[in-house]
């Protein structure tokens, strides 16, 4: 009896195992910036009462998508991700799932997104949805070996959730849903530097062309750190000069400046692992607060 219940016990821990391994596939903390940033353009470009059943459809299916391009990702890239540090012990190269495994996840929660968007939501945002894919999966990925622009490509890709968002509950994109993006696309750039100084040995050593390829002494890395810092802050108003927001998000969107430019500045200034790593943790907490702060503004003043 006990042996019974011990192969039980070890059948629910490679099943749970397994499960975490799927849901490893869709980069989760990814996958929700997604999800909030559509979230967030959604109630901005309500009009009247909130569609909560179409907000619902819209969420789920963009989770959809956003995971499922991820789990391809993995699958494209599964032996430039053996080779760093970093990603070494993900899923596919670990060698917990096969190839086929994935790209089948990849392919059946992409494309059942997309569609799912098309039908339950409405057929424009299912095309901005496969054309994020697109971005994401065959002009962004195989860029990352090219060339250290591969950034800017794949910043595309990632800000256009919210331009979904918008679409979701308009029918249209009007200026705002660009605003939006133009938020998404610049806040990228330092995060995504930053964690290229942080790992640039492994990226590297493994073929990805980072902006830290080259860069020893991290003064190109710096410079561009600040540089969008510094633009982006500065986009920030917008949403407020253009009504999409109010004070709230203003006095927000001001302290969330002066943290990041801080961060930025001291990155630039000592150039350590260590200040790389802040200015990485200052960038995720920007993005999600100044999105929150633009919601309770338009909710509550």
């Known amino acids: 009896m006990k042996h019974q219940l011990g192969i039980g016990e070890a059948r629910i821990g490679l099943s749970w195992a397994r499960v975490l391994d799927y849901a490893a596939l869709t980069k989760p903390r990814i996958t929700i910036f997604v999800v909030l940033s559509t979230a967030v353009a959604f109630i901005l ?12 459809h819209t969420l789920l299916a963009t ?37 086929e495994q994935a790209y089948i996840y990849g392919l059946l929660l992409s494309v059942s997104g997309i569609l799912y968007l098309g039908f339950m939501v409405n057929w424009l945002v299912g095309i901005v949805a496969a054309v994020t894919t697109i971005i994401y999966l065959f002009l962004y990925t195989p860029l990352k070996q090219k060339t250290s622009h591969n950034t800017a490509v794949g910043a595309v890709a990632g800000a256009l959730p919210p331009v979904g968002g918008w679409a979701a509950v308009r029918g249209e994109i009007g200026f705002e849903a660009w ?12 995060h995504f530097f930053a964690i290229a100084w942080l790992y640039r040995e492994d990226y590297l050593s493994s073929g990805y062309r980072m902006i830290s390829a080259g860069d020893a002494e991290g003064n190109r890395t710096s410079q561009q750190i600040l540089v969008y810092s510094l633009a982006l ?15 709230l998000y203003l006095s927000a969107a001001a302290i969330l400046a002066v943290g990041l430019l801080y961060f930025s500045f001291s990155f630039a200034r000592l150039r350590t692992d260590w200040d790389a790593r802040k200015l990485m943790r200052a960038s995720l907490v920007y993005l999600p607060v100044l999105w929150i702060a633009m919601v309770l503004d338009h909710f509550f003043v």
């Open 63 to 99: 989770s959809l998508v956003a995971g499922g391009s991820a789990a391809l990702n993995q699958f494209l890239e599964r032996d430039l991700d053996a080779r760093m540090k970093r990603t070494s012990l993900r899923p596919l190269p670990s060698g917990r799932l096969q190839p």
């Open 233 to 247: 802050v500065s986009y920030s108003v917008l949403p407020f000069l253009f009504g999409l927001s109010g004070p």
């Open 179 to 190: 605003i939006l993006f133009g938020i998404m696309f610049l806040w990228q750039f330092p």
């Open 45 to 56: 470009g309500t009009r009247g009462d909130y569609n909560l059943h179409l907000l619902m």
